[in-house]
């Protein structure tokens, strides 16, 4: 397996892992009452808003550590230059990335449509970024091993 793929599947599990612990911390605040009072907006714009940083992060966190254990198991370092197969395969997972996260922002404005309270577009925007990374990192997973 190379640097790459193992990289792909620390950074899958890191993903999955911050936004369910993340999550699960949030959820416990959520606050009770109506749907449209402004303390739900206000939980989900804050709920995003930390998102992002503590996201951010923890990935540098997780990297860092991954490539210490890397380093320690394998006695190999990082490869320090990208190719233009290493490019191709991040273009074609972020092009993945952005059809799922695309269609997921159309199911949640289709949500608002069916009259559906904010809470469920809410859910599913986040959903459809934790999926777009996922897939993201299927992606490269895939190329990796698969070849371009």
């Given at each position: 397996?190379?640097?790459?793929?193992?990289?792909?599947?620390?950074?899958?599990?890191?993903?999955?892992?911050?936004?369910?612990?993340?999550?699960?911390?949030m959820?416990?605040?959520?606050?009770?009452?109506?749907?449209?009072?402004?303390a739900?907006?206000?939980?989900?714009?804050?709920?995003?808003?930390?998102?992002?940083?503590?996201?951010?992060?923890?990935?540098?966190?997780i990297?860092?550590?991954?490539?210490?254990?890397?380093?320690?198991?394998?006695?190999?370092?990082?490869?320090?230059?990208?190719?233009?197969?290493?490019?191709l395969?991040?273009?074609?997972?972020?092009?993945?990335?952005?059809?799922?996260?695309?269609?997921?922002?159309?199911?949640?404005?289709?949500?608002?449509?069916?009259?559906?309270?904010?809470?469920?577009?809410f859910?599913?925007?986040?959903?459809?970024?934790?999926?777009?990374?996922?897939?993201?990192?299927l992606?490269?997973?895939?190329?990796?091993?698969?070849?371009?």
């Amino acid at each position: 397996m190379s640097f790459q793929e193992r990289r792909a599947i620390v950074s899958l599990i890191g993903s999955i892992l911050i936004t369910v612990l993340y999550s699960v911390y949030m959820l416990q605040r959520y606050p009770e009452g109506d749907t449209y009072s402004p303390a739900v907006f206000h939980f989900w714009g804050s709920f995003f808003l930390i998102l992002i940083p503590v996201t951010i992060v923890a990935k540098i966190v997780i990297y860092i550590l991954f490539s210490i254990a890397n380093a320690i198991a394998t006695r190999e370092e990082e490869p320090p230059i990208t190719d233009e197969r290493d490019k191709l395969i991040e273009l074609k997972s972020t092009r993945n990335s952005l059809y799922v996260f695309t269609f997921g922002f159309l199911v949640a404005m289709t949500s608002l449509v069916l009259s559906q309270p904010p809470t469920t577009m809410f859910v599913i925007l986040i959903s459809a970024g934790v999926l777009s990374e996922v897939v993201s990192e299927l992606s490269q997973l895939y190329f990796y091993s698969r070849g371009v």
